[in-house]
């Protein structure tokens, strides 16, 4: 998708949802007995956020904000790879608990940045697999005095 | 007692081991972190902001500024010996720093980039040391209108000068205050905003906002970027690395501008240090004896930037802890981080909290000193922590990051939101709308509610009050010249444009 295209869809959803903003904001009371309600913040920001909005959209619209820059394949699936593999540890954390995943979740990671692994490299994400789950044990779970979520192993 | 005697007290204070050892860690933390593209030392102290929930506030704050102090001394070493800049303040560096390397000086650029960092710091130092004491007493002055005026002037600051568009800066400051907004209204106590989710009642927690907006949305924009290794590698020792008297001579006047061009510039919100440094290199060309040198491998080029990033970086401490008012990302991030360590930027930190005030300015100048020895040293490690596999960095610090998070409330749910906030910081970064409007709004949005609320329910809603008290008036007008100065110098080259036009016509 080319960034002119992402800039136009998140003003017009900025747009929207700074109406949403105001909108709300009224329900919640703009003034009351002359003084201003818990609305009144929310009123004049939904609203500016809009008007802002609908201004950026006009501007690349007729052309005066413009990218020549695009989001390619290659640029966005690590990003949303990581997301992902973050997501799924986080899914994951309630059963197995926090540590034990951890491993699967750094070569996941790894293995999203980078797909092909020579045998140093290969060597130093199993052994930052390993040593991870270690350290934030130590450092959260010891150091910090951290309750840590539990898996079916105790730890 | 005087300024001298309180500040030789707090840096007696500073010498206690918890904060010699918060302050290596956060240099430390600082210079490596500093030598990655697009990981600046705003997301450095995000990372490190859910760790420090549970620290004394003087180690919590010698860390974090650590870590800030630490991008300012690192970014220009790659910037010389790579020709990479590790952060935006470092991008004149690379103009002389790199060419000096090239030409086999490696050693003499890295040497004033510490040198300048050093001097520039310092500078910085007694200027905030001179004038921070005096800024708060007279902010203790300040009622509900007069404090609404300030923050309003530094957001809209911050907002127009703080990226490209300013039009997206206004919009991403509008993002913040209403995340500023999530949970009970503060004075009615109605929730606002919270989705029926019990979580949001308490509001949205700065550090996660911080944490994704910043640590994750820029660990995410850095995957973009490709670095290849490049074929030149330059020479130093570490003898060749300490400036030569001469050297020192050629540059004082650079260096004494730049520190304090960086000071000025840095106090103003929004400008920061990458303005700084920018300003400095153009003033040390244009009164260069010998200006074509300049691009070309002058070491005047190396020293004026480096000492404005250092000074800048102690001035942005001014509006911070004196009025409370953050002026750029890390600031923002730090002020989140007082906040959770139970203290509250602002005149008042100085009469309720002098020992604190002290004994921070005492580990500033500990970790300036610190500093010159941990660069020295460190510059092969830093010169080669660019080139780790972010296959092999980024887990680990993902992971680290999905800990600290949760540890803050022990909530899955606070890392899930996290996640979210670091896909709208990348896609933020991608479109050129500001992070660092977002964060101060959402900072200085509650405060500025209930200022704003408070000033016009005691005034019975006349907007009058407002503009009665005559500080509080100048900093309004002030506000307006920010935001309507671009708008009619836009309309005043249009109509000329349009007059201009006609008679060819």
Known sequence: MGLTNLDRLFALFLMGFGIYILSVGIQYGYFRDGIPGPGFFPFWTGLAMAILSAINLINSIVGKESYADSLDREQVIPIVGVCAVLAAYLLIVPYLGMLLPVPLFVLGV?????????????????????????????VFGRFLDVTLIRGPFGF | MTTVGLLMDGIVAALAFQNLLAILIGVTIGLSISVLPGVGPAAGVAILLPLIVGFEPTVAMAAMAGIYYGGMYGGAVTAILLGIPGDSPSVMTVLDGHPMAKQGRAGAALGMNVF?????????????????????????????????????????LVSVLGGRNALKGYTALAIGLWLGMIGLDPMAGRPRYTFDQVRLLEGLSFPIIAVGLFGLGQMFAALDTKL????????????????????????????????????????????GATAATMIAYATAKRFAKNPEEFGHGAIQGVAAPEAANNSASYAAMIPLLTLGIPGSATTAVMMGGLMMVGLQPGPLLFRDHPDFIWTLFGTFYIGNLVLVVLTTLMVPVLASIIYISRAVLFPLV????????YSINYALFDVWI????????????????????????????????????????????DLSVFLERPIALVLFIGTAAVILGPIVVR?????????????AQ
């Open chain 2, 491 to 503: 309309l005043v080259r249009w109509s000329r444009g349009a007059t201009e036009t006609k008679p």
């Open chain 2, 228 to 271: 290849t290794k490049g074929e030149f590698r330059a020479k130093y020792s570490l003898g060749s690395m300490f400036p030569t008297w001469a050297e020192i001579v050629k540059c004082r006047l650079e260096l004494l501008r730049g520190a304090l061009i960086g000071f000025f510039v840095g106090i103003l919100p929004g400008a």
């Open chain 1, 110 to 138: 790894a293995f999203t940045i980078q797909r092909r692994w020579d045998r140093g490299l290969t060597l130093k994400i199993l052994a930052s697999a390993a040593l991870l789950p270690i350290g934030c044990y130590l």
């Open chain 2, 418 to 461: 996290a996640l979210l906030f670091g896909a709208l910081g990348y896609i933020m970064l991608k479109l050129d709308y500001p992070a660092v409007p977002a964060v101060l709004g959402v900072v200085l949005g509650p405060m500025l509610e209930r200022g704003i609320r408070r000033t016009l329910i005691a005034s019975q809603g």
């Open chain 2, 116 to 156: 300048a960092s050093f001097v520039g710091g310092l500078v910085g130092l007694i200027l905030l040391t001179a004038l921070a004491y005096q800024v708060a007493r007279a902010a203790l002055a300040f009622g509900p209108p007069e404090m609404t005026a300030l923050m309003l002037l530094a957001l809209s």
């Open chain 2, 398 to 405: 993902i992971g680290v990051v999905a800990f600290g998070v």
